[in-house]
Nanobody
Framework: QVQVVESGGSLVQPGGSLRLSCSAS????????VGWFRQVPGSERGRVPL????????QYADSVKGRFTIARDKAKNVVYLQMNGLNPEDTAVYYC???????????????WGQGTQVIVSS
């Protein structure tokens, strides 16, 4: 059974850091591009990712460049999103998705998790 599960979301103070995890079962994340998307309150989930890792290449949205990084743990079949310098505008539900190499737009990703909530507030 194919499943993607995000975890690690929580309440964090502005300026703080958080690491989200994306774990998969039923397939190897190493065979797929992995992207992180978010849905801010009152909006639809973003059509483009915050960050992707595909075939050894990482791409960033301008809004997170220099603050967010992505890393894979192949042995654990997990992909991490390290978020630093968080601000209230980063409050959102964060989604992990897996798709064919080179995927960028949301519709190109085939496996999605249910999301994990991140709240940035003092």
């Amino acid at each position: 059974q194919v499943q993607v599960v995000e975890s690690g979301g929580s309440l964090v103070q502005p300026g703080g850091s958080l690491r989200l995890s994306c774990s998969a079962s039923g397939f190897s994340l190493d065979d797929y591009a992995v992207g992180w998307f978010r849905q801010v309150p009152g909006s639809e989930r973003g059509r483009v990712p915050l960050i992707t890792d595909s075939e050894g290449s990482t791409q960033y949205a301008d809004s997170v460049k220099g603050r967010f990084t992505i890393a894979r743990d192949k042995a654990k079949n997990v992909v991490y999103l390290q978020m630093n310098g968080l601000n209230p505008e980063d409050t959102a539900v964060y989604y992990c998705a897996a798709g064919p190499g080179g995927s960028w737009f949301a519709h190109e990703f085939q496996y999605w998790g249910q999301g994990t909530q991140v709240i940035v507030s003092s």
